[in-house]
């Protein structure tokens, strides 16, 4: 994956590094976690938070393998 440097405010440098180590991740993964929040957010407005959440949360579940088919009847 390519990387760029990029000039961000310090309030949000500053938050994103709270909340990456509370989340155990790196303030660029965290800034990168919310972009992508906001991208899915932007691309889906009718879509609650929450909603996106789980649905970033099933994602990962699957792409680890960590989904059991489901059987109807």
């Known amino acids: 994956m390519a990387t760029a ?5 310090q309030t949000l440098f500053e938050k994103a590094s709270i909340t990456a180590k509370a989340a155990s991740r790196s303030i660029p993964k965290q800034i990168e976690h919310w972009a992508k929040i906001g991208e899915i957010m932007e691309d889906n ?3 609650s938070y929450e ?16 989904l059991e088919p489901y059987e109807f009847g």
Do not use: T
């Open 5 to 9: 440097s990029i000039r961000i405010d």
């Open 45 to 47: 407005p009718d879509l």
């Open 51 to 66: 909603f996106v959440k789980q649905a970033m949360m099933a994602k990962a579940e699957k792409d680890a393998g960590k």
